[in-house]
Each structure stands twice: as C-alpha cells, then as structure tokens.
C-alpha cells in the first residue's frame, strides 16, 4: 500500500516537474521574441506603401528556424509556396571595403527582421565566369524571404574591380550602395595580415608588410601594392558616380562599428528607410573576444568568427607616418565627395 502511493506520489511529482519545466521553457523563448517583436519606436511610414510597413511576427520565427532550413536547402515546393517566399535580388549590396568589417555589418544588420542576408558571398559581379552564367543564376543564389523583406548580400571585391559599378547598375540602377570603410592604414595592415595569415597556414614564408608597403628603390609609398591600392578610397568611388549619383551610397564608419556598433546601424537602418528595430539589446561587449557580439534572443548569442578580429603585427611607426601621410590627400577628397568626415590622420 505505502509502496503504491510513494509510486503516485512520484508519479504527480514528475507531471508537475515537468509541466514547471515547459512553462519556464515558453516563457525563455517568449521573452526574447517579445523583445525583439516589440517596435522601439512608431513605424513613421518610411518603410514602404501602407499594407506593407508592418513585419509578420512570422518573420522572425522564419529567421532563426523554418528560413534557415529553406536557406539549407531543405525545404519542399510547397513549404515555399504555402508560406509564400521568394528569392529577391538585393535591394542593397555591401560593395566594400575589404577588411573594413564586411562581416559585421551584414551579420548585425540581419538582426534586423526585415533583412535576410546572403550568408555567402557570392561574387557575381566581380567575377566573369559567375557573371556569364546570368542574372537568374544570382538570384537563385538569394536566400528565401517574404516579399516585403529586403535581400542584402556583401561581395567586398566589388568596390575594387572595374567592370562592377556598370553590372549593377545594369541590374538595378537605384539599388542602395553600402561602403564600409576604416582608417586607410590600419585597413592596409589588417589586408596584409588576412594575407600573411593564409600563407602561415601553409607554411609558406611571406615578406614583412614594411618591404611591401614601401618601394625599396624610391622609398616611396608602394601604390602598386594591393593593399595600399585599395585604401584609396576616392579613387575607386570616383569610378562608381560614373554610374550612380552620390545619394545612393552610404559611409559607414568602421572604426566607429566596432566601439560603438548601434548609432552606425541605426543610420543605415535610416538609409535602407527601414523602421528602427536593431536596439541595444541585440549588441553586448564581449570582453574575452574584445568585440560587440549579437544577441538575437535570450536564447541565441554569436559572435563573429575567430577570422575577424585579428592580432596585427607590429609596423614600423616611419612606414606608418609615410603611408598616412601618402593617404592623407586621397582621404580629404574623400570626405569632400562623401560629406562623412572622419578623424582619420
Ligand atoms: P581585423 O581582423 O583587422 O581586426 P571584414 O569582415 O570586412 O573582413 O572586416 C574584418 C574586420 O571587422 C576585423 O578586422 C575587425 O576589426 C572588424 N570588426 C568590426 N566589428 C567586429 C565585430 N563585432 N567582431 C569582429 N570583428 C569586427
């Protein structure tokens, strides 16, 4: 008899354990949707004709489950066309600039629920054997979204290569230009490590980024230099307004996204004429990585790869008193073109 009711006893024990156990589990998952569903503050109209200015709570669930799978590869026909999605060509690319903070970027702004981000980049207008294959071939390189999301894909080699500003504005001639930048030496170190890392890691020798930077026969800055090439920022975008008026691009600060991410991607939350959505809560410092990480729930937190955010060797201070001083009247005119003035020496 005793052994019968210690057996009820335990019996009741475990239901109540367990439905304990799931409400507290709802509740987790409850909490960190709710804080990304509610509106910070009014949607003011900016962010599409009436009827389309408001995101299905949907949206974010497919996000962070159903979406990703679709984005896997595996979801059937008719998931697809029951949930009505689509693979949209970018509404805005992330042209550049290599080592600017590409990554972070397109990863923080997917935060925000109106954006889903091509995680690859995919490198259509840069390279010509992608290119031949068609605009289609892109667009079924897109990740699946709602209709009334917009598709951002990040390709850093596009600031860069000449044939790109024509290609795109053949695609879409007001899509929105996002250009990332950094101050033009330190972007020139973090380049050469990226490069000086992937020799390492086959056991290759590689020369000192001094001897690379700087012409040994004039001692002069070495323009041919890639690295050193591509922190003229002015000379590439000169070659971009051949195509696309000034408005259609937007700086972001990268020195400023790392230190202080949110007031850059609250302007390019303004830019996309998205609605405020990416708030404090999504960013927390994560001191043993020394970056902002993403928060997209009480659940899910990640931070960028070890790949971003790597330890620069030391440089001669000479070679970096030459090469900012060697960028310093590329950067004037930059600011002048662009309207965003940066301290950069
Ligand atoms: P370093 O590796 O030189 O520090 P990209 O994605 O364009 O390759 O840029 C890489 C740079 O992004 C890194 O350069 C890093 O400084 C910067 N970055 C900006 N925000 C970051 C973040 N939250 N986490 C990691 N790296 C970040």
Same mark, same amino acid.
């Given at each position: 008899? #005793?052994?019968k009711q210690?057996?009820? #006893?335990?019996?009741?024990?475990?239901?109540l !354990?367990s439905?304990?156990?799931g409400?507290?589990?709802?509740l987790v998952?409850?909490? $960190?949707?709710? =804080?990304r569903l509610?509106?910070?503050?009014?949607?003011?109209?900016?962010? &599409?004709?009436r009827?389309?200015?408001?995101i299905?709570?949907?949206?974010?669930?497919?996000?962070r &489950?159903l979406?990703?799978e679709f984005?896997?590869?595996?979801a059937t @026909?008719?998931?697809i066309r029951?949930?009505?999605?689509?693979?949209?060509?970018?509404?805005?690319?992330?042209? $550049?600039?290599?080592k600017?903070?590409?990554r972070?970027?397109?990863?923080?702004?997917?935060?925000?629920p109106a954006?889903v981000?091509?995680s690859q980049?995919?490198?259509?207008? =840069?390279?010509d054997?992608n290119?031949?294959? $068609?605009?289609?071939?892109y667009?079924?390189?897109m /990740?699946?979204? %709602? +209709?009334?999301?917009?598709?951002?894909e990040k390709?850093?080699?596009?600031?860069?290569?000449e044939?790109?500003p024509?290609?795109?504005?053949k695609?879409?001639?007001s899509?929105?230009l #996002?250009?990332?930048?950094r101050? /033009?030496?330190?972007r020139?170190?973090?380049?050469?490590?990226q490069?000086l890392? &992937?020799?390492?890691?086959?056991?290759?020798t590689y020369?000192?980024f001094?001897k690379?930077?700087? =012409?040994?026969n004039?001692?002069?800055?070495?323009?041919? %230099? @890639?690295?050193v090439?591509?922190?003229i920022?002015?000379?590439?975008?000169?070659?971009?307004?051949? %195509?696309? +008026?000034?408005?259609?691009?937007?700086?972001?600060d990268? =020195?400023?996204l790392?230190t202080? /991410?949110?007031?850059?991607l609250?302007?390019v939350?303004?830019?996309l004429?998205l609605? +405020?959505?990416?708030?404090?809560?999504?960013? %927390?410092?994560?001191?043993?990585?020394?970056?902002?990480?993403?928060?997209?729930?009480i659940?899910?937190?990640k931070c960028?790869? !070890?790949?971003? !955010?790597?330890?620069h060797?030391?440089?001669d201070t000479s070679?970096i008193?030459?090469l900012?001083?060697?960028f310093?009247?590329?950067?004037?005119k930059?600011y002048q073109?662009? $309207?965003?003035?940066?301290?950069?020496p």
């Open positions: 008899m #005793l052994f210690q057996a009820l #006893l335990r019996q009741k024990l475990f239901v !354990g439905l304990a156990i409400s507290l589990l709802y998952a409850r909490v $960190g949707s709710l =804080d509610q509106p910070l503050c009014p949607i003011d109209g900016r962010f &599409g004709p009827g389309q200015d408001e299905p709570l949907r949206a974010l669930q497919f996000k &489950g979406l990703h984005r896997k590869g595996n @026909k008719e998931q029951l949930h009505n999605l689509v693979q949209q060509l970018p509404k805005a690319i992330i042209i $550049g600039v290599r600017g903070g590409t972070a970027l397109l990863e923080m702004l997917n935060l925000h954006v981000k091509a980049e995919i490198h259509f207008f =840069d390279n054997e290119y031949a294959k $068609g605009i289609e071939w667009r079924k390189k /990740p699946f979204s %709602y +209709p009334h999301q917009i598709t951002i390709s850093p080699a596009y600031f860069i290569t044939e790109v024509e290609r795109i504005y695609m879409n001639s899509i929105k #996002l250009i990332i930048v101050e /033009p030496t330190t020139a170190i973090s380049d050469y490590t490069v890392e &992937g020799k390492e890691r086959k056991n290759k020369y000192k001094e690379l930077a700087i =012409d040994p004039t001692c002069e800055v070495n323009t041919k %230099y @890639k690295a090439r591509t922190s920022y002015t000379k590439h975008l000169e070659r971009w307004l051949k %195509y696309f +008026p000034i408005e259609q691009f937007h700086i972001v990268g =020195d400023r790392i202080e /991410p949110l007031p850059e609250q302007l939350e303004k830019f004429n609605p +405020p959505r990416i708030s404090q809560y999504n960013l %927390y410092f994560n001191a043993t990585r020394g970056f902002y990480c993403l928060r997209f729930n659940v899910f937190n960028l790869a !070890g790949s971003k !955010g790597r330890i060797p030391e440089v070679v008193t030459k900012r001083k060697f310093h009247p590329f950067n004037q930059f073109i662009t $309207g965003r003035t940066f301290s950069w």
